[in-house]
Nanobody, 128 residues
Framework: RVRIEESGGGPVQAGGSLKLSCTAS??????????MGWFRQAPGNEREGVSC????????HYVESVKDRFTISRDNVNNTLYLQMTILKPEDTAIYYC???????????????????WGQGTQVTVSS
């Protein structure tokens, strides 16, 4: 049974930093057979793709609003995905979800419909 679990969320002041982690287990294949992504959803808003990373980590993509502030990375030895968030803004407030999809492609997608497995999310609240 696939299990994806996010951690690291919490309250933070604007301009601050947080690092989210996502651990995955139960995959039929190895962790590095999956592309991974971070998504977020604020109250009243649709889910938004924040960042994704290919199976190897060689390719990453970011939504424009977080470029140069957020960094996605992965540790394929320890089956863990990270999202380092800096210069946080109140508009970054949302529930952040980790997602996985089988992929051996060179790139990754910010479209949530391309992802098969999801975590329960972790709340990030940025105060001004």
């Amino acid at each position: 049974r696939v299990r994806i679990e996010e951690s690291g969320g919490g309250p933070v002041q604007a301009g601050g930093s947080l690092k989210l982690s996502c651990t995955a287990s139960g995959f039929v294949a190895a962790f590095d057979d999956y592309a991974m992504g971070w998504f977020r959803q604020a109250p009243g808003n649709e889910r938004e793709g924040v960042s994704c990373i290919s199976w190897s980590g060689a390719s990453t993509h970011y939504v424009e609003s977080v470029k140069d502030r957020f960094t996605i990375s992965r540790d394929n030895v320890n089956n863990t995905l990270y999202l380092q968030m800096t210069i946080l803004k109140p508009e970054d407030t949302a529930i952040y979800y980790c997602a996985a999809t089988p992929s051996n492609g060179v790139s990754c997608s910010l479209d949530g419909t391309d992802f098969e497995y999801w975590g329960q999310g972790t709340q990030v609240t940025v105060s001004s």
